[in-house]
């Protein structure tokens, strides 16, 4: 079974055998994800990568991106683009970017 931390919601719960929920949308995203990306673990990076491929239809290599979120956060926007196969790796770096952006500016959530 995958281990996850508190942030989850009922909504977003596990699936019985322990895989991925079915809705692999935004919300079930956001909601297992902290939300500084300097403390995700390298399961939490997977995950972020998991679901934006599964969104944007990227192809990605997960073993790319065997890393914790700082190591996530020091990439350029080069080394996203070319960690996904089909030339959209700057989807990958402005999440992300965006993500940073909310976190020093401690915007309210919707």
């Avoid at 019985?16 to 390298?42: A, I, Q, R």
């Avoid at 990227?58 to 070319?82: A, D, I, Q, T």
């Avoid at 959209?88 to 952006?101: E, Q, T």
């Amino acid at each position: 079974m995958i281990a996850i931390d508190q942030h989850g919601c009922d909504r977003c719960s596990l699936a019985k055998d322990g895989g991925y929920p079915e809705d692999n949308g935004p919300h079930v995203m956001n909601c297992w994800l902290p939300k500084d990306p300097f403390t995700w673990s390298p399961w939490h990076v997977k995950w972020w990568v998991y679901v934006m491929s599964r969104v944007y239809s990227l192809s990605v290599v997960l073993p790319m991106f065997e890393m914790n979120g700082r190591g996530l956060c020091l990439l350029s926007l080069s080394g996203f683009m070319y960690r996904e196969q089909t030339g959209k790796g700057y989807l990958l770096y402005y999440d992300l970017r965006y993500r940073l952006w909310k976190k020093f500016h401690k915007e309210e959530e919707c």
